[in-house]
């Protein structure tokens, strides 16, 4: 098939970017989203024009390097990763429109490629359990109830992409946060710090810029994983505890 | 037959053990004139002694580093793998001063987060005979005896270690109905030694261990540098100093000095430009101290995985790893007349049918071990009776057909044992495998060998330690089935923080400047290969050269070698390196992003490894584990190990460009398990 696409392109952080049109001919349908564009960059490659940079890294959906706003959908318009979109999701002469995350505080490095550097510090915030290395009791003293634990996977499957920001009008990372907080709050292991986590981790969202959730639920329906939005609700419940606890 | 216990392959597997077959002749070099014969090398860290003591010995003789010296040691860790985040992580809560580099925007996202099946630990939970001494002996008989015993008996031994710690950081673990952890059973193996996490176990033990790593950040004693690529090593007075960097987004070329350097960069599979790794991994961090004095072990034996994704045509960027375990339904099978091969699979009557795993192994059917499954996969495309698209002339895919397991189980059961991977397939392929056979085809998946490591994972260069897929030390010619994520792990976080104190017990070292003739030198030819690349100007893209590397290692240097075929791939490889340096193609500038240039330094690194790979698969004229010689097989096919003159680790040392690397040989002794010859049939 033969496309339109529309790239947002930017040289680097600090100057202006704009649309740019270019033509591409010849699309197979059983192309990943991202071979497509490896295909546009070996064809710019060829004419003398800089290719274009986007972030992938695994290409299997796991790692959460990718991550483009296709058409205006965070990861385009099926529930997947852009590196797991395929160019049977569209048609024959489309224009698509390819543009990076939109987030305040995911600031544009290059072209399509964006800084989610803002996510790891609110891990350092307190996503995490204390435990060093050498000194954890053994696995089976703690039996965890198998609810509990399936609940507490599936929650934190989360890949870190950031589409949610993304998606989210207000841009807040609501739904990633109240991931890591509903997967360590539902284990044994992560109560010790359940209050202190909920409370760090929220004041440096607040933070990085990231705005307030009013309940939109645009962050789920873009959520590759599935993440489920009340997430979010656990997210306010414990940090409603903490607070009445005095935090 | 040699090996493998591979993941997924069902219990019902046994195998005959066979004494090992007769000498060769002795004569045969196929290397000679490619290689120079070296002093042979020992591994003069691992303690004597009864095996299981080994370990405790070592941890004991290790010098102690007193808490208050510890801020005042720098150590660098390149990568944040399951490798390097543990070890960053358990370093930093040390008291030591870490610095951790990645490529990717967050440490989150090394390709350990892949993994799918599990991880291997001794706990024996089951009560199903399992021990250390079980898990110990499984893979040093998986890697084909051609690991080093000591190494193997210490993972086996921590292997416990690590699900405890795991546990306590949170990782949710696939748990019973009673609230304890759940196994399950892999790879021909009697006992259910598998930790999992559903079809995610590396990316949920990654983010626990991304998370210690985190918080070590936040204390400070850890400093993360994202978006930094390792391109060189700093070895100054014979000591491995530092390395220099590219900040990735501003193109600064930086040095980073420290008293010890730590790589944990992953594997090379990328050197046949599609494998199962991610599109990043390189072996340029390790190639870098290859050429600085880290010999390079076995770096021939590759792991190549039957049941992934076909390519679907030039296109093809990366290939994707479905779970071994639709071989315990599916049977395989491609069409007997080469002129049904692009008909309705079903249209194509029964008798038409060649279900060749079940014709040739009749015992073991399709779920003979991974390589046989790879090779036979390979022959029939190659006789021209391959299905799917065809690609570069070839139809490369065999079907992997559920028709008769549908019939036989219902629909519904087949969806709940396999339903997420039939998804997966139908989201990559368009096509629904529950109507439609699947289509599969080998790709590479893990590379065993590395840089070579002493029993302290202590290269050549003092003060150089490898961790992770990164080095060659435990698997042998062949990997079993969870045990990567297990060797990561128990580097990382058990294995590493003790033997590197021994080695910090004489620091600080002497600082050095940037002025240092080893920095300034370093830093040279970082920025003059920089240099090179973006004023070539010529016609041809990175890609299409890495591509073009690939095919020639793929076809040569994959599934069957032979010695006429390895010196046929290291001329044309030399040809296309030569082309590469005149006629490649970077534009845009070092000052900024520039993923043209990244690739450009990756795939430099890839040639001159590519090479090496065929010079040691060429010297080993034997088939073992993951390597299969042509040359060596018996009269059924079978691969046929050598140990009177094979049984050692190739570690090579680098000679210089064009010149004849050296070959060093570590002789393997095994004391507490007898070398043995497998057979399958
Ligand atoms: C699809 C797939 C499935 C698998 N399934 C299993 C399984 O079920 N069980 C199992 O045991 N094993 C499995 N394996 C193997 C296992 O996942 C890997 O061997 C293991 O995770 C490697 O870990 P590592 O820490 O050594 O390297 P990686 O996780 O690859 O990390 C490498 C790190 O090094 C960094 N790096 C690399 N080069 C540079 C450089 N030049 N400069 C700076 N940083 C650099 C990267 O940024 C990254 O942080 C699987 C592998 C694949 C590909
Ligand atoms: S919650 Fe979903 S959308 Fe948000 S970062 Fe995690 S995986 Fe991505
Ligand atoms: S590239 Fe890893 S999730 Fe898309």
Redesign the pocket.
């Known amino acids: 098939m033969n496309l339109t696409l529309k790239i947002w392109r930017q040289p680097d952080a600090v100057s202006a970017g704009a649309m740019h049109t270019y033509e591409l001919a010849d699309v197979s349908p059983d192309m990943s989203f991202l071979e497509m564009l490896d295909v546009l960059n070996e064809q710019l490659n060829d004419q003398g024009e800089d290719p274009i940079a986007f972030d992938s890294d695994c290409r299997e959906g796991i790692c ?1 390097m990718c991550g483009l706003m296709i058409n205006g959908d ?1 990861h385009g318009p099926e529930v997947t990763t852009t590196c797991q979109l395929h160019m049977r999701s569209f048609s024959d002469g489309e224009t698509i429109t390819i543009e990076p995350w939109r987030s305040d505080a995911f600031p544009v490095v290059k072209d399509l490629v964006v800084d989610r550097g803002a ?1 790891d510090r609110i891990i350092q915030a307190g996503g995490y359990v204390s435990v060093n290395t050498g000194s954890a009791p053994e696995a089976h003293s703690v039996p965890v109830p198998k609810d509990d634990a399936d609940r507490a996977f599936n929650v934190a ?9 993304a ?1 989210c009008p207000n841009g807040s ?1 609501s ?2 946060m109240g ?1 890591k907080v509903t997967h360590l709050g539902l284990l044994p292991q992560g109560q010790p710090e359940r209050d202190e986590r909920v409370v760090n981790m929220v004041a440096q969202h607040d933070h990085e810029g990231f705005g307030g959730c009013t309940n939109i639920g645009a ?2 329906a ?4 599935e ?1 489920p939005l009340d997430v979010i609700s656990q997210l306010n419940k414990d940090l409603r505890t903490a607070i009445k606890h005095g935090h | 037959m040699s090996h493998s216990h591979d993941m997924d392959m069902p219990d019902t597997v046994t195998s005959t053990e066979a004494s090992p077959t007769g000498a060769l002749d002795g004569e045969y070099d196929d290397a000679m004139g490619y290689y120079t014969p070296g002093e042979p090398l020992v591994d003069t860290k691992a303690p004597q002694g009864p095996i299981a003591d080994r370990w405790q010995n070592r941890k004991f003789e290790a010098r102690l580093v007193n808490p208050a010296n510890r801020r005042k040691l720098s150590i660098i860790i390149v990568g944040t793998g399951l490798a390097g985040a543990s070890a960053a992580a358990t370093l930093g809560e040390a008291g030591y001063n870490v610095k951790t580099f990645c490529y990717q925007d967050s440490p989150r996202r090394a390709h350990s987060i892949a993994a799918q099946g599990g991880i291997n630990a001794a706990k024996n939970y089951k009560e199903d005979g399992d021990s250390v001494h079980r898990l110990f002996y499984d893979t040093v008989k998986g890697g084909d005896y051609r690991s080093r015993e000591s190494n193997v008996y210490r993972l086996a031994e921590v292997s416990t270690n690590i699900i405890d710690q795991c546990v306590a950081q949170g990782v949710p673990f696939a748990r019973e109905y009673g609230g304890l952890l759940d196994n399950r059973s892999f790879g021909g193996v009697q006992v259910s030694r598998t930790f999992y996490a559903r079809g995610q176990t590396g990316q949920q033990l990654l983010i626990g261990a991304y998370q210690a790593l985190e918080r070590q950040i936040s204390a400070g004693t850890v400093s993360m540098f994202t978006r930094h690529e390792m391109l060189e090593l700093i070895v100054a007075d014979g000591k491995a100093r530092g390395i220099i960097a590219r900040d990735m987004v501003t193109g600064e070329v930086q040095t980073h000095l420290a008293d010890v350097v730590v790589l944990a960069s992953g594997g090379y599979g990328n050197v046949f430009y599609l494998s199962t790794n991610a599109m990043g991994s390189n072996v340029t961090a390790a190639w870098r101290a290859h050429r600085k004095g880290a010999y390079m072990a076995n770096p021939c034996y590759t792991q190549i995985h039957p049941t992934c994704i076909p390519v679907s045509g030039s296109h093809q960027s990366k290939l994707t790893l479905m779970s071994e375990s639709l071989r315990n339904d599916g049977r395989i099978w491609v069409p007997k007349n080469q002129a049904d091969c692009d008909k309705d699979p079903r249209e194509i009557a029964e008798e038409d049918r060649d279900y060749y795993l079940e014709r040739i192994y009749p015992s073991f059917g399709n779920l003979v071990p991974r390589d046989i499954a790879s090779r036979a996969a390979k022959n029939v495309c190659d006789e021209g009776r391959g299905v799917g698209p065809e690609v570069d002339g070839v139809r490369r895919g065999v079907y992997l057909d559920f028709a008769d397991a549908i019939d036989r189980l219902g629909r519904d059961a087949v969806a709940n044992k396999y339903g997420n991977l039939f998804d997966m397939y139908a989201r990559i392929t368009g096509e629904d495998p529950y109507s439609v056979p699947m289509r599969i085809y080998p790709a590479v998946h893990y590379v065993m060998g590395g840089l070579w490591v002493d029993y302290d994972l202590q290269s050549t260069i003092p003060g150089l330690f490898v961790t992770g897929e990164a080095n060659f030390s435990d698997h042998g010619a062949n990997r079993l089935g969870a045990s990567a994520l297990m060797q990561g792990l128990a580097d990382g976080y058990f294995v590493l923080p003790h033997t590197i104190r021994d080695y910090l017990a004489d620091g600080p070292f002497e600082p050095i400047g940037e002025d240092h003739p080893a920095v300034v030198e370093a830093r040279t030819s970082v920025t003059d290969r920089i240099q090179h690349f973006l004023s070539v100007n010529g016609t041809r893209s990175v890609d299409s050269y890495h591509r073009e590397l690939g095919n020639i290692m793929w076809e040569y240097c994959g599934m069957e070698r032979t010695e006429t075929g390895l010196k046929k791939a290291i001329d044309l490889i030399r040809g296309l390196r030569d082309d590469f340096y005149r006629n490649v193609k970077v534009l845009g500038t070092s000052e900024s992003l520039n993923q043209s240039l990244e690739k450009a330094g990756r795939v430099a690194d890839f040639f001159e490894l590519g090479e090496l790979m065929c010079i040691d698969a060429l010297n080993r004229r034997e088939s073992c584990g993951g390597h299969f010689r042509g040359e060596s097989q018996t009269e059924d096919g079978e691969a046929l190990r050598h140990d009177d003159e094979f049984a050692y680790v190739a570690a090579w040392e680098w000679a210089g460009l064009d010149e004849r690397p050296v070959l060093h040989k570590e002789d393997l002794v095994y004391t507490a398990i007898e070398m043995k010859q497998r057979s399958y049939k």
């Open positions: 959460g965070a996510f499957t989360c890949i870190g992409c950031g589409a949610c920001v998606a990372a739904l990633f991931a962050c789920t873009a959520c590759p994983k993440i």
